[in-house]
């Protein structure tokens, strides 16, 4: 049977049994309290998902990879692994704990956080620098390039520090990008293709980062919180009020988790 394409569908309650899905492409799919049994995902790869309360029994899993955010337990064969995981990534990467720390902390730690963020960063782009520029515009597993990477920094403090917090209703930069499975806003920029230089983002980033600075600055406990006022034009994110904490932590969270994975693909290039 030839392939076909199923799209904006609704098949909840539909039964698939002695199915060959091989190589077939599941996207944006809705799959709560879907069952698998019996089922072979050898090669498969898995991408932005949510797995909350997900239970996997019976399984044969050798030579098994998760790269998640572990916010909650993680029982393998009854044993609570994400202690000892937080643990060793605490070591491998040091000022890890601090940053992640602002999950309950107060203003302080969000300064705290802030700082290691910048010095991070700093040290990766110092590092990016030693390589041609055409390097950082090329992608790695078909994740974003180093230059793209900083883009899409550039987008979320567009979205979460001036649009969410400082009110701006659109401040978006051209050479923003979105993220991947962000739904089409119209006039949104996102172009995945631009090449802006390196010299022309490193000045697009400090520019935000200094908005992010100011924020900071005079963050106080009470502020943080609080919750912002919706901005009543359409924009991303959507029209509606946040928590402050949860604003913020987006940045410095996200700005740590996309520095490693800079550096893990500049070292991919670096080999090359």
Not at 188 to 207: F, G, T, Y
């Amino acid at each position: 049977m030839a392939a076909g394409e199923f799209k904006d569908q609704d098949l909840k309650g539909t039964r698939f049994e002695h199915v060959d899905l091989s190589d077939a492409t599941f996207f944006n799919l809705l799959l709560g309290q879907a069952r698998f049994e019996r089922v072979d995902l050898s090669g498969a790869r898995f991408h932005n998902l949510r797995m909350s309360d997900v239970r996997i029994t019976g399984a044969w899993a050798p030579n098994l990879e998760i790269d998640a955010e572990l916010d909650g337990s993680l029982i393998v064969n009854g044993v609570d692994v994400v202690p000892h995981v937080e643990e060793v990534l605490n070591a491998r990467f040091p000022g890890r704990a601090t940053v992640f720390a602002v999950r309950e902390g107060d203003a302080d730690s969000f300064r705290a956080a802030w700082a290691v963020d910048q010095q991070a960063w700093a040290d990766t782009v110092e590092r990016a620098r030693k390589l041609p520029e055409e390097k950082l515009h090329e992608q790695v597993d078909g994740e974003w390039s180093f230059i793209q990477t900083m883009r899409h920094l550039v987008f979320a403090t567009d979205s979460w520090i001036r649009r969410a917090i400082q009110g701006d209703p659109w401040p978006y930069d051209a050479l923003g990008l979105p993220f991947s499975e962000m739904q089409e806003i119209e006039g949104m920029p996102n172009d995945l293709d631009a090449r802006p230089s390196l010299d022309e983002v490193l000045a697009l980033r400090a520019d935000r980062m200094a908005s992010m600075d100011q924020v900071l600055a005079d963050l106080t406990d009470e502020q943080l919180s609080g919750t912002t006022e919706p901005v009543p034009q359409p924009g991303y994110p959507e029209s509606e009020a946040f928590p402050v904490r949860r604003c913020l932590q987006a940045i410095v969270i996200e700005e740590w988790e996309h520095h490693l994975f800079a550096n893990r693909d500049l070292t991919v290039l670096e080999a090359s």
